[in-house]
């Protein structure tokens, strides 16, 4: 039984930063693809940031160079930095696995709120 467990979220202000973590399950970590997407409130789920397990990333352009993916094979667990935060960056970002021959996994979610 594969599963993800986030944690990191809450609120800042704008330019303030947060770092989200998505424990995974040690069977499937270094196995599968994994990052965050986030699904602001009105609008449809987007991929922010992915890591693959051969260590390549990929952003969305709306993040790249605030954001960073990061994975820690000692804690199965992948991070997601968060630096320079705007209002725009505000939804619930959940995390994903795609192992090779298993369907994806997902996190409960975590709520991110910028705001004054």
């Known amino acids: 039984q594969v599963q993800l467990v986030e944690s990191g979220g809450g609120l800042v202000q704008p330019g303030g930063s947060l770092r989200l973590s998505c424990a995974a399950s040690?069977?499937?970590?270094?196995?599968?693809?994994m990052g965050w997407y986030r699904q602001a409130p009105g609008k449809q789920r987007e991929l922010v940031a992915a890591?693959?397990?051969?260590?390549?990333?990929n952003y969305a352009a709306s993040v790249k160079g605030r954001f960073t993916i990061s994975r820690d094979s000692a804690k199965n667990t992948v991070y997601l930095q968060m630096n320079n935060l705007k209002p725009e960056d505000t939804a619930v970002y959940y995390c994903?696995?795609?192992?090779?021959?298993?369907?994806?996994?997902w996190g409960q979610g975590t709520q991110v709120i910028v705001s004054s």
């Open positions: 040690g069977s499937i970590f270094n196995n599968a693809d």
């Open positions: 890591h693959s397990s051969g260590g390549i990333t």
């Open positions: 994903y696995a795609r192992p090779t021959f298993s369907r994806d996994v």
